[in-house]
């Protein structure tokens, strides 16, 4: 009996499940936890699994404050067989779970699907009146897209490996799959090479991965049933190799690390033999580090300035045929495109790559969007999606999350060409992330694009996404990732004498605005530092959206609505409050003002609701143009409380129209 | 020109100091923390020295969040000699610093007093209105007593490694500087012996620190300043030795580990050599672990059943001589103190020990209390005040912050008598706290008792310290601390479904009962998990304090309390609107509706004031009646709230007394 129950997906029983699975038939009964739990394996075991399994016990037990001592199996593993060595893709990563009164059982063909399985298990657990459980369940399971990835920018800002390895936990707790680690680009060389140390003694002012550390972080990332592909960003991108390599670039120079922030002149020499010798060994250097076949290359937005600059390169063109610029990183791409065959890599790459002259098995990377990777699989490449995934932006999870890589123009495509379009990959660029930001800005955005690539298209509920998504992102801070540890501890830094809680009612209330927002407001580089109320701020407020809701759901019902009710008046009464209490006198004096004067708002709206009255209609109508002068951002933030506040307004004043003036 | 500022205490711009130096003087301007920021050292340095100067730099890095990259010596350490290698009872740890516009200066004797000054300039920087910044000032600073201590009991809860080494962080943060380790007991034997390994092996279910884990807190506590003293506690409080060797105790056995909590009846066998052979062979080992000259035996609560009930031991207590009990430990112990002679240590023990025969070096740690302490020092020992120093009892600050180890009894003490009481020490049994509570049961009540044994006698302002005690508990989440997190993380947990923030709201207004509290509300077993309310809910509301000062103020005059009044009605809604959110079912139900109801009696009351009018006099009475029945405790915790509210109520009733009726 196979049941699909979308339509439960919107009710807490599924609170933590995320991505959801394919298949969830609930049955009667739980299965406690408690001291005794233990995890065994029966059928195929080895290594990496019995690794999985002792941190599942142990995040079990952070979970539930349990003192596991174990001594009775309340889970198996029954895995078929091993599966490929290195997390391979398209390898079989489905799972079924069964959950009864006296058990849990995993089967799974590989022991990546038990690896999924196992996550699964962990999200399932919840509090029950009666003690932490599992419900009686049967789920089948397995992706929608093979590539499910997270792609973060170590050059722009250095993140030490600590923040790599609670990423790469983060992802497999929502069973991403890919980590596309982008090593260069202009402001540093971020990998230790031995063949040329120039790279990154000169190029990444002391902070880079040693080959140890990368070693270190493929097996974790393999651990967990994760493949790593590397990114080298050429030939543009790459002023910062150029700093101790002058030689490889298409002007004289010489070259300092960027520390601004763009799209800059310095581009690799694609003229002269000497760069593709550097880049052969470079590239086999560092191919023996990666054990995955796919090898990213960047080339994103080639400035070619340098090249139309040079009399020789020009000459060379002309020699070669090749009429501008396009046909020029054409031309580099397939040398490196050959370099990659020669040390067993194929190419992957940003959409300026494609280029049909390109052997098939190469992987375009989109982030211009469907319409790019559809071309691409028409004309046979292989495609991810990017476009619409871009964290750094900082839309609503709910944007991400609509975005989906077999939509619109992919729509038109036939199965063969739609098989080609692997999955997507969240991107985080770093311009205005460090490594104590990174992880707020990443997460719980990323396991709402991880649902959409992995659960099945129909899974779209929105409300129910956010739902879990407050659950995924508490249960992700027990998986170790700081993004709501570093937000209390930067909002305290600020507070200095100021009441720490009521700097938090107004971060609570505030968004933080995305590159788009923060580019021109002011000078910024990598020397400034993030340590302001916008880089603190979330790029989404869970507050506000509870109040948004709370607030339709006062409007369609009053009477049944009495938890919601004290929810609003809390929240109004604290953020009426609060310019009182914390009185800014920096940028945030008016964000603060405002705060409490939609505080005020919001009561007296409620007050006019609780009394069944309509307000005046002019002064809602003050009111109203009130709000909209505070939607407008200050301080690279954005007032988010006005949405709620606007909801009761305009649903206080439909409710009885016509009504008292 | 020397000049100590008591009064200043108060101000905000002692914000973090804690304990507070002995000479404050501040001067005008300010040095500008930026990325900049460097140390060094100049006169004797060593790699001591040099660690902490870079875990300095790192600490002022995440207290800022500025991407330090230095370059610019703003802070000069200064110090005259290394001073002892192993950190040594009555060294030098005075330092001097000055702080100009232009840079600062810690000097000092020895390498500790440099490593106290670095904790003070670390705790002096504050965001000031145009950044961090460190203001100029002078101070001269040094220890009022030389032994300054911190037990955590390791054998009743288990806790890891990392539990100690962020405790021993904090206790250098706060000037603490001797370790006390308790690592046995009935519950557990939790130090390798590889001369007796079924000590460990049958004695600590697995848990228990390698000897390569204790040279490494050893070795971290001695870059620190911090003596680490071990405890292996005997002849009583021994079950866990017995279960692998029973033949030391004094009846047949077998023994199994103890689970329970309290004084059990198995003891060492006094009567046979063959104990105190065994007691050389560990104790000699030991000691080659812990370069300390003292070495803790223990010593307290001798159940002197099995030597009574022993025919043996009364004949071979007979044939010595030795009429009691008291007079058996008293034996025992003299021929511990030559084994620990033997092997370079010096006896220290509790209350029990204590015995006119014994050396004067023998130092006896007070369980007792003062007079026991005065008692002990005129007899010519040495003594460590723990009376009121019990931070498992879950007291206030306030409380422990009160008690002096030279008032009462120990008042009338020569100065040679008053001279041999070397400080005291904070105990932290564990009976009710585990890896993940005890953070928030030692802290930040532990720095008001470093305080006390730090700063000058007359440093005793309680809102003072309160005030600052507040920014050292952020500044110790800082330094690594997880008192802070693991609230949070807790009441996440614990919240399953329902709005964390509400039962946030709960925890927030609530204090967790001690052990006097817990010990008979249901049966407490080290099988019985810590992760309920009453686990997360810390010992003292920060939240209630606030308030408390808030009503005071605000009953002090009302036109001057603009922010306090907006704290009070922004907390009281909160509270009067959170049980409709909350809505427990479970052992929370009562607290959450009191809580509910004291939220409306202090906005009633704050309306009253705020019109000027005396509540009527029945129904203040009525109200303080209802208060008096939420000041009982249930599920272990005490509702803080009701102070608060009383305050205001009182203070309402009297504003206006005979006033309207």
Redesign the interface.
């Known amino acids: 009996m196979r049941k699909v129950l979308w339509f439960l997906t919107t009710s807490?029983m599924f609170?933590a499940l995320m991505p959801m699975p394919s298949t969830v038939v609930p049955a009667s009964g739980a299965l406690r936890i408690d001291?005794s739990f233990a995890v065994q394996a029966r059928g195929y075991s080895d290594a990496r699994l019995e690794r999985a399994m002792r941190r599942l016990v142990d995040r079990v037990s952070r979970?539930?404050?349990?003192?596991i001592?174990g001594g009775k199996t309340a889970l198996w593993i029954e895995c078929a067989a091993r599966g490929p060595e290195y997390p391979a893709l398209g390898e079989n990563e489905s799972y079924r779970m069964d959950v009864t009164e006296e058990g849990a059982r995993i089967s799974a063909a590989t022991v990546t699907g038990a690896l999924r399985g196992m996550e699964t298990f962990a999200e399932w657990i919840?509090?029950g009146?009666q003690g932490f459980e599992a419900r009686a369940v049967h789920i089948e399971d397995a992706p929608r897209f093979p590539w499910r990835g997270l792609m973060l920018d170590v050059a722009r800002h250095w993140m030490p490996v600590g923040v790599i390895l609670r990423n790469l936990d983060a992802m497999a707790a929502v069973k991403l799959n890919v980590f596309h680690w982008h090593l260069s680009d202009d402001q540093a060389f971020r990998i230790e090479s031995r063949r040329f140390p120039r790279l990154q003694q000169l190029g990444s002012?002391g902070h880079f991965y040693t080959q140890d550390e990368v070693r270190r972080v493929v097996e974790y990332a393999r651990d967990r049933g994760v493949r790593v592909i590397p990114e080298l960003d050429m030939p543009g991108h790459t002023t910062s190799w150029f700093v101790g390599y002058p030689e490889l670039a298409s002007a004289p120079g010489p070259y300092q690390i960027e520390r601004n922030w763009g799209i800059f002149q310095p581009t690799m020499d694609p003229s002269r033999e000497r760069t593709y010798a550097f880049l052969d060994e470079l590239i086999g250097e560092m191919a023996a580090l990666f054990p995955d076949p796919y090898f990213h290359v960047g080339g994103d937005e080639v400035n070619a300035s340098e090249w139309t600059q040079s009399t020789a390169i020009q000459a060379w063109a002309a020699r070669n045929g090749l009429k501008d610029a396009h046909a020029i990183q054409g031309y580099f791409n397939r040398r490196v495109a050959k370099i990659l065959a020669k040390h067993g890599k194929t190419m992957i790459g940003w959409d300026e790559i494609f280029d049909a002259r390109l052997d098939r098995e190469t992987a375009i990377q989109s982030w211009r969007g469907q319409a790019s990777l559809a071309s691409a699989s028409r004309a046979g490449y292989r495609g991810l999606l990017s476009f619409g995934y871009y964290l750094d932006h900082l839309e609503p999870a709910s944007f991400h999350y609509g975005v989906d890589p077999l939509d619109g123009p992919a729509r038109d495509l036939s199965a063969g060409e739609r098989a080609r379009i692997l999955g997507g990959e969240a991107c985080m660029w770093s311009e205005y992330v460090?490594s104590?930001t990174i992880d707020s800005r990443v997460w719980p955005s990323a396991a709402a694009i991880a649902e959409r690539l992995w659960s099945p298209a129909g899974v779209r509920d929105v409300d129910s996404m956010y739902d879990r998504l407050e659950s995924v992102s508490?249960m992700l801070?027990?998986v170790g990732l700081e993004h709501?540890?570093n937000y209390?501890?930067?909002l305290?830094?600020?507070a200095?004498?100021r009441?720490?809680?009521?700097l938090r009612v107004l971060a609570d209330a505030s968004e933080a605005l995305g590159i788009a927002g923060r580019r021109n407001a002011r000078h910024y580089s990598s020397?400034v530092?993030?340590?302001r109320f916008v880089?603190a701020a979330r790029p989404e407020s869970e507050?506000v959206r509870?109040m948004e809701r709370a607030a339709r759901r006062v409007l369609a019902g009053p009477d049944e609505s009495?938890?919601e009710?004290?929810?609003l008046?809390?929240t109004l009464?604290?953020w009426?409050?609060?310019d009182?209490?914390l009185?800014p006198?920096?940028e945030l004096a008016g964000l603060s003002k405002n705060l409490s004067v939609l505080g005020s708002i919001g009561l007296r709206t409620l007050e006019y609701l609780r009394l069944g009255q309509a307000p005046p209609q002019a002064w809602t109508q003050q009111q109203l143009e009130a709000i909209g002068e505070m939607e407008k951002p200050q301080a690279e933030v954005r007032l988010a409380a006005f949405r709620p506040v606007r909801i009761l307004l305009e649903g206080a004043a439909q409710h009885s129209t016509g009504g008292n003036k």
Chains 1, 2 share one sequence.
């Not at 979970?63 to 003192?67: F, K, L, N, S, V």
């Open positions: 807490p609170a001291s979970q539930t404050g349990i003192g001592r919840e509090l009146s002012d460090d104590e508490r801070d027990q709501r540890l209390e501890a930067m305290e830094r600020l200095g004498e009441p720490a809680d009521a020397l530092d993030l340590n880089d507050t509870r009495a938890s009710m004290a929810e008046r809390a009464s604290a009426a409050d609060n009182a209490r009185a006198k920096d």
